[in-house]
């Protein structure tokens, strides 16, 4: 019988027995349902059984691995529910983009989305729930697995499989459909417990619970110009052949790279200098505000927009909010002491909007710079007047939020949120989600300007998507206008960047089971060369090579 250490007791258990019927016994522990475990260093799925001694602990919804598997078995049962209702088992589900809270899909088949359609699909997810079907897990070779998916009509997984390295492959079974899911899975049908199926626009809204709620359904406001913006992004990537990382990866090897690289960057340029122009539309423009979350591409976006102003007789010129921080002794702590550099109050809000001010009203304002090293604000000679034509091009967290420029007049301002926007998918089923893209251009971006590595990054982002949850996300539908900066390709340029970082995290580091997560995630892409990229790219602020001083 082997021996479990949990917590630092040992217990014998019959061999054979499921993490699942241990887990059940430790749940009442817990606040949160138990998604999966950590056995001698490895996570395991419930359905695994123990086979020899170990040290074992939990996994649950408000854990990031165990949210992530939640919202993975849901999709499946979603997926399932979707072919029953609609009576082809072709009909396919694909998951297109988050807007609040919930997943945004599409139908691909002769079934038209409507209220009762989603009602009905609702239904079935709760009768598939009650049911509490298995869910098996089965490894198969690769060549019998790209046959089933070709019987099930999943084009865009034989697409996926095509470039795997591996001879063999996980499929789940959930009834009678068989999928592929990248990541871990529950046992079976009945640990989805809160769901919400809602019509919206052509498609729909699966809503689901958040990490730190696993308890109830929270439904948020549309947010509908992140809705549009991730469309129009779609539809680029539609107009381009490339839906998924099956397509991409056709073109790689097809030799359309070079091609591709350059319609992706003239329809953000052109983009950009739609921006621009209707900043010069609105004449009393004098403050451009550029907001978004961490590797967002703000600086290059700033700078390709300055050029773009310049066109239009405009003279830009760059503000970084970061000039405004309070001295580092009046910056506001984290509970745990840590500075927190994220919150409003870390900035010298009225020494910004005075500074704005008196340049509005045609003044001489000398302009902070922050010292980092000493944590200081410093003056250094650096003076601004406006002139006629004269327009500041401000970015910071902070630049949607109302209170970070009270004292401006509304007129005078126009908001930019910007953000990687992903709306490439590895397949119809498994997203990418946005903070994926954003992370690894953060820990590439980081290593080569800041010397951190992948460990130190990855330990910080927690923290930093809080700060992001806080102070930019609920500001952005306030924006005049929305920028995705996400290339299409830049996943397969970033590859050989980020998995040298990743492989240096040690098994025995907590950041180890994300950095393996993201070395599985790149592994799907094949790698292509960054000498294509333009000087002005938004990669190169990441990778490096960029003509803007970023």
């Not at 010397?451 to 982002?461: C, D, F």
């Not at 990743?502 to 799907?524: T, V, W």
Request: charged fraction near 25%.
């Amino acid at each position: 019988m082997p021996t479990i250490i949990i917590d630092g007791v040992s217990k014998e258990y019959e061999k054979g027995i499921t993490f699942e019927k241990i887990a059940k016994e430790y749940q009442p522990q817990f606040d949160h349902r138990i998604a999966a475990v950590i056995f001698n260093g490895k996570i395991r799925e419930l359905m695994k059984t123990v086979k020899h001694d170990g040290t074992l602990s939990f996994i649950t919804f408000s854990d990031n691995i165990g949210y992530k598997t939640m919202r993975r078995t849901a999709i499946m049962m979603l997926i399932k529910a979707v072919r029953d209702v609609g009576g082809d088992k072709n009909l396919s589900t694909r998951i297109e983009f988050t807007n609040g809270n919930g997943y945004y899909c599409t139908l691909v088949g002769n079934q038209e989305v409507t209220e009762d359609f989603c009602e009905a699909v609702s239904e079935r997810i709760q009768k598939l729930i009650d049911q509490e079907i298995p869910i098996v897990k089965k490894v198969y070779p690769l060549d019998d697995a790209i046959e089933l998916f070709k019987k099930q009509g999943m084009t865009d997984k034989v697409a996926l499989l095509k470039y795997r390295r591996s001879s063999e492959i996980n499929i789940y079974k959930l009834d009678d459909l068989y999928d592929y899911f990248y990541g871990y899975m529950l046992p079976n049908t009945s640990y989805i417990e809160n769901f919400h199926v809602s019509k919206f626009h052509d498609g729909f809204l699966f809503t689901l619970p958040t990490r730190h709620e696993s308890h109830k359904i929270i439904i948020s406001e549309p947010r509908e110009k992140l809705f549009e913006t991730m469309k129009l992004s779609s539809e680029w990537g539609s107009r381009m052949g490339i839906d998924n990382v099956g397509d991409l990866n056709n073109q790689v090897c097809a030799g359309n790279i070079n091609e591709m690289i350059l319609v992706q960057e003239a329809l953000q340029e052109r983009r950009i200098g739609e921006i621009a122009k209707k900043i010069h539309d609105r004449k009393d423009v004098k403050f451009i505000m550029i907001a978004g979350p961490s590797s967002s591409g703000k600086t290059s976006f700033a700078n390709r927009l300055s050029i773009q102003l310049r066109t239009y007789g405009m003279v830009p010129h760059p503000i970084s909010l970061d000039n405004y921080f309070v001295d580092r002794e009046n910056t506001p702590l984290h509970p745990d002491g840590s500075y927190n550099f994220e919150c409003l109050e870390a900035m010298d809000v009225e020494q910004f909007n005075d500074d704005m001010t008196r340049l509005l009203n045609g003044e001489r304002v000398e302009m902070p710079e922050f010292n980092f090293v000493t944590g200081k604000r410093e003056m250094n000679g650096d003076f601004l007047c406006l002139g006629e034509n004269d327009v500041l091009v401000i970015e910071g967290i902070h630049g949607l939020n109302e209170r970070m420029s009270y004292a401006l007049p509304a007129e005078s301002k126009f908001k930019i949120y910007i953000s990687a926007l992903t709306t490439l998918s590895i397949d119809n089923h498994n997203r990418i989600p946005t903070t994926d893209s954003r992370l690894l251009r953060r820990i590439v971006r980081d290593a080569r300007t800041r010397g951190a590595s992948a460990k130190r990054t990855i330990s910080m982002w927690a923290s930093v998507r809080a700060g992001e949850e806080e102070n930019i996300f609920p500001f952005q539908e306030d924006a005049d206008e929305m920028f995705n900066s996400a290339q299409i390709y830049e996943l397969a340029v970033i590859k050989p960047y980020a998995e040298p970082l990743l492989f240096s995290i040690n098994k025995n580091e907590p950041e180890y089971y994300e950095a393996k997560r993201l070395l599985k995630f790149l592994d799907y892409f094949v790698t292509v060369d960054s000498s294509m990229l333009p000087k002005n790219s938004i990669c190169r602020e990441f990778i490096g090579g960029s003509c803007f001083k970023v």
